[in-house]
């Protein structure tokens, strides 16, 4: 069995499975919203007179969970900077159906290349902080304190600029029927975001939209990884570890023996954090690993 055959490597490249150990980062967002979104219509409505009539503008559940002018205001609602990109208009099916399938047609892609790890910081970072921008940018420009966002668009802007930033070149069908390079969706995103906000003409939060992406752009240009920064930060504990017990020198069992473990933290890397966190250094050993391995007769170590 060669390098590539192990399980974490197979589990990273195989299609859709429907066992939940390998269920992804991206569906398990959609799952979470869609679940709130539908929860939402068993919860009270919220109701306004407009021109003499009473009109449904909301449900209790999306109202609680959206971010509010006065949050910034208030600690003890700062939850609703998370809360908020996991609940959608239950007025608007067309809210909950647009950010949910870019999120399945491009999500996928973008987290196989960080890695679900990677992705799921990386998304959650992006619900919080572009909440916490259109809450910034309203307070400050005087709206109302019970005005409320609600919608997972800022991090699905992040998304598709990450996917555009990863595969420039790579043909997507805008509504489904016009094929454009992926360059050009994130230039028209972010475009169609610029013009929305300069007018603010409708209800719309462009100020999240715009916030998701200018930060999935310096986050790829700047080749940050929240992952690498958070066990970068707890290394320390590795000093802690016991040591190894003694055992008989065999040099050519032991060499092979280090070359399997090291192909594993390789790999086990690659599964976790995506194959953009691989070093060039690590890509070579990589190299020369695979073929000490198909001259040996494609054997390897046994699945773990």
């Known amino acids: 069995m060669g390098i590539y055959d192990r399980e974490y490597y197979r589990q990273e490249r195989s299609g859709p499975s429907f066992s939940t150990a390998s269920w992804s980062v991206v569906g398990v967002m959609i799952a979470i919203n869609v679940a709130l979104w539908v929860l939402d219509f068993f919860t009270p409505g919220n109701y306004a007179v ?7 503008v909301g449900r209790w559940l999306s109202d609680h969970l959206a971010v509010h002018v006065d949050t910034l205001t208030q600690p003890w609602l700062w939850w609703q900077y998370l809360t908020a990109g996991f609940a959608h208009s239950p007025l608007k099916f067309e809210h909950i159906l647009f950010n949910m399938l870019v999120l399945f047609f491009l999500g996928r892609d973008v987290e196989q290349i960080y890695g679900s790890r990677e992705f799921l910081r990386l998304y959650l970072t992006l619900v919080v902080f572009t909440a916490l921008v259109w809450n910034a940018v309203n307070l400050i420009g005087g709206t109302p304190g019970p005005v409320g966002a609600y919608g997972a668009s800022g991090a699905i802007a992040g998304v598709v600029i990450l996917y555009a930033l990863n595969f420039p070149h790579r ?24 013009y929305g906000a300069i007018g603010q003409r409708d209800n719309i939060a462009y100020s999240m939209h715009l916030a998701g ?14 992952t690498r920064l958070s066990e970068g930060r707890f290394a320390w504990l590795r000093f802690f570890h016991a040591k190894p017990r003694l055992r008989v020198h065999q040099p050519e069992q032991e060499a092979e023996s280090d ?6 933290r390789i790999l086990e890397k690659i599964y976790r954090e995506g194959e953009a966190s691989l070093t060039s250094k690590e890509r070579k050993f990589l190299e020369t690993a695979s073929r000490e391995f198909q001259q040996r007769g494609g054997s390897g170590p046994s699945d773990k």
């Open 50 to 56: 407009v021109g003499g009539r009473s009109l449904l």
């Open 259 to 264: 070359l399997n473990q090291e192909v594993d």
């Open 213 to 226: 992406a200018a930060f999935a752009f310096i986050y790829y240009k700047q080749g940050w990884n929240f």
């Open 171 to 194: 043909t997507l069908l805008l509504f489904f029927v016009i094929p454009i390079p992926a360059r050009l969706l994130g230039i028209l995103v972010v475009a169609i975001d610029i």
